[in-house]
């Protein structure tokens, strides 16, 4: 145990550390394999980079050796790093995030027409777990898909969609937004592959013609804007958060009369 | 043995007999039809692999000459069985001669078909030769050093190399997995041609290669002997390729092999006549070679919903069934599948999913059922995805599963790091250990939750295959009774490689994997 040295029990906000069972006390627990021999060896050495990552008290509390030369570890130490919270910044979506009836309601209110989307899980992403969670009917976790919304037209393309296609299919139909899926991640795929649509996009000049959006597992708003898109949607995230965005995007650009890309 | 779940044996019959008469109606169509796939098969039966100068594997080079002449309603047996009588030269050399642009074997006189076959001899022979041997290899190996116990634990590796999909199997061996599948890069299902070679790129997989498969075989045997137990090896009989990687998996000694008559068309969009073509060539190997096949009916749930259509998993299991009976595929290598899928917050939904589960075994009874475990509700709150596990992992011993994929707790993050794998692999041997015997011990309730509600799914299923007989299996996918994923007959991946066989086709091999 750690020395107590006030007995407050509010965060200054300005120095924060995980909190165990007290204030600051920094604990976390750890798990992660090593390239090593199993042994007392490995379990000075997976101290020893505890302490190196900056924590104190580094405690193994179990170790396992998973094939020879690699050795799992699980480790409590307490965080020493502290973080100035008052001055974290983060970007997110704007608008105001309405239930699907009122969607619906606000876009016969305030659009006066129909929004018509377009969504893919789009190039080697086979996954269609995303796209249908937003676009399906059935929706995902009991929050309903955009097929079920009052005033949306929406066209779920499936997963393996190249980007030509999906671009080809929102020129055809006058999509007011493209809704881009990337379930894999692995060697920052998804990321070549959200890169690739912008760059089609806006070679076609239609980059302004049409609200791009995307969504998936490891998606974070900051990293789609990053990559040049008007939205990402991460974990937690359902079809109406998606179409709260996309129809107060819509009203904010004044396209409550331009159906069609052409006008935009 | 007498049902735990008062499930009417009539009931079973009658979805049973639906199934027959839907699987007959459809091989009338696969009887009369050929595809560039199915031909690419025959051969690399016949000895033909490896690539010309750009990459292109020799099997596509062959059957594309064939395509483009218009000789592929021939098929490739009797063309190539003619130019081996004409050129004297083996199949392997006509096929690397095509490659370079030397040759044109549609250009050549034709033989009679009995000549054909007869000059195809030796190369048949010598594949059979390599298969039986392989077989034997299995059988030598079961025997001497012995398997798992059912439910084997079954994981998966991923890294996209295949070397280092070795190390990460081999330690998976060690802690006490009994099936190694190396999933494939996504994306290689819609490739018309299987890559050659080995390889060290892909994304949340590894290229299906025949030089892969022989890597991966070579490191479980090996694995095998140290830990004592047979190690199975698992890949794709799917996509585009269907049954040209069931003639890898068949001359390299894969053991399992993901494989549905219909999973490519409702979810890779592979056009229904390809692959209902493909599946029958592919699954006649499977037959032949001792190989267990996974169908794919999990997949139904990650896009439907799992209590409302679990029925469609149970119809569509009655499908596989009959369509493997047709291809002569042993009770005993029919994987059939179903998941776990059910939304964890859903009152008393492990009845339900125990209730699923034990019906799949009481009308299978000697199946070797493949049991998926959550995916579609697993979040990235891995101390509670590690439980929904448990709980998937206690149906499966309850109910008596043959191949248990294991779940991650790491599911929805990434494909699973090798402590993942032991963490998984930890759990599901004290689940197994600890409630052995449950299955055998627990009868339950008369017309309780459990049996109302497998009772409720069977009924439902019949009258979903009583439907499906009337209709037609195309109509049926047509209108999206499976998956809620619509397809058109005409429409998807792969049309362009169906067409119907003349009088003159021949394929050797049908009626000698058959024959078994």
Not at chain 1, 104 to 127: K, L, Q
Not at chain 2, 190 to 206: A, H, Q, R
Not at chain 2, 386 to 411: C, K, P, R, Y
Request: glycine share 8%.
């Amino acid at each position: 145990m750690s020395e107590m040295k006030t007995a407050t029990t509010v965060a200054d906000l300005t120095k924060v550390k995980p909190y165990g069972d007290t204030l600051n006390d920094g604990k976390m627990e750890l798990a992660f394999t090593l390239p090593v021999p199993y042994g007392e060896e490995a379990e000075e050495c997976a101290k020893q980079y505890v302490k190196k990552l900056g924590f104190e008290e580094p405690n193994v509390t179990y170790y396992k050796e998973l094939t020879p030369g690699y050795t799992f570890f699980v480790v409590y130490g307490s965080a020493q790093a502290t973080i100035d919270y008052t001055q974290i910044k983060v970007p997110k979506v704007e608008g105001e995030v309405m239930d699907r009836v009122a969607c619906g309601e606000w876009i016969g209110e305030n659009i006066g027409r129909d929004i018509t989307v377009v969504g893919a899980s789009i190039e080697s992403d086979a996954h269609t777990v995303g796209i249908d969670a937003i676009i399906q009917m059935k929706g995902f976790h009991g929050h309903f898909g955009l097929e079920r919304f009052k005033n949306v037209v929406p066209y779920n393309m499936g997963s393996q969609v190249p980007c030509e296609e999906l671009i080809a299919k929102a020129k055809e139909v006058n999509a007011d937004a493209i809704l881009v899926s990337q379930t894999v991640t692995q060697k920052d795929i998804h990321i070549m592959n959200l890169t690739k649509m912008v760059e089609l996009l806006e070679a076609e000049g239609l980059r302004d013609k049409v609200i791009l959006t995307c969504g998936g597992p490891r998606i974070s708003h900051e990293l789609a804007q990053e990559l040049g898109y008007d939205a990402g949607f991460g974990p937690g995230k359902y079809a109406e958060h998606v179409m709260s965005f996309i129809m107060q995007e819509v009203k904010n650009r004044g396209w409550e009369n331009k159906a069609n890309i052409a006008d935009r | 043995m007498k049902s735990k779940l008062n499930l009417d044996p009539k009931v079973v019959d009658s979805a049973r007999n639906h199934a027959n008469n839907i699987a007959h109606d459809m091989q009338d169509f696969i009887d009369r039809h050929t595809t560039v796939s199915t031909e690419r098969t025959v051969a690399r039966l016949l000895g033909v692999d490896g690539v010309d100068d750009v990459d292109n594997p020799l099997p596509n080079v062959l059957v594309d000459q064939l395509k483009e002449a218009g000789a592929l309603p021939t098929g490739v047996a009797y063309m190539l069985g003619n130019a081996v009588l004409k050129t004297g030269k083996t199949t392997q050399e006509i096929a690397e001669e095509i490659g370079a642009g030397k040759l044109d074997i549609t250009k050549l006189p034709l033989c009679s078909k009995e000549e054909a076959l007869e000059a195809l001899k030796p190369f048949i022979k010598k594949t059979f030769a390599r298969i039986d041997e392989q077989k034997a290899k299995r059988q030598e190996m079961l025997s001497r050093i012995g398997e798992g116990s059912e439910p084997y634990l079954y994981v998966i590796v991923a890294t996209g190399n295949i070397y280092e999909d070795v190390v990460q199997a081999q330690a998976a061996a060690r802690q006490g997995a009994d099936i190694i599948a190396v999933i494939r890069t996504t994306a290689q299902s819609l490739l018309d041609y299987v890559p050659y070679g080995p390889t060290t790129e892909g994304f949340g997989g590894t290229y299906a290669t025949q030089e892969n498969f022989r890597i991966m075989r070579k490191a479980l045997d090996e694995v095998s002997e140290e830990v004592g137990r047979y190690i199975r090896l698992c890949n794709y009989s799917s996509g585009m390729c269907m049954p040209e990687i069931a003639a890898m998996g068949a001359l390299e000694r894969l053991d399992v092999m993901l494989n549905d008559a219909i999973y490519g068309i409702l979810f890779r969009d592979i056009n229904m006549q390809r692959t209902l073509v493909d599946q029958f060539m592919s699954r006649v190997i499977i037959g032949y070679c001792g190989i267990i096949f996974n169908s794919g009916e999990d997949n139904y749930l990650t896009t439907d919903d799992a209590i409302e259509s679990a029925h469609t998993v149970t119809a569509s299991q009655f499908i596989n069934e009959q369509f493997a009976v047709l291809a002569n595929i042993p009770e005993e290598q029919m994987g059939l599948g179903h998941a776990f899928e059910m939304d964890p917050s859903t009152e008393d939904g492990f009845l339900l999913e125990l209730s699923q589960a034990i019906m799949a075994r009481e009308i299978f009874p000697k199946a070797r059922l493949k049991y998926m475990p959550p995916t579609k509700f697993m979040t990235g709150n891995i101390f509670r995805g590690h439980i929904q596990d448990a709980l998937f992992n206690l149906v499966a011993i309850w109910s008596g599963q043959s191949l248990q994929l294991l779940g991650m707790l790491t599911e929805a993050i990434h494909t699973p790091h090798m402590h993942d794998r032991y963490l998984s692999i930890e759990n599901a041997q004290y689940v197994f250990n600890n409630c052995k015997h449950i299955g055998d011990e627990v009868e339950f309730k008369k017309d309780g939750i459990i049996q109302k509600r497998a009772q409720e799914v069977l009924g439902k299923a019949d009258a979903l295959l009583a439907e499906v007989e009337k209709d037609g299996l195309f109509k049926t996918i047509e209108l999206g009774k499976f998956g809620g994923v619509k397809r058109p007959y005409d429409g998807g991946h792969g049309l362009e490689g169906v067409c119907t066989k003349n009088e003159n086709y021949f394929n050797p091999f049908i009626e000698m994997f058959m024959n078994h």
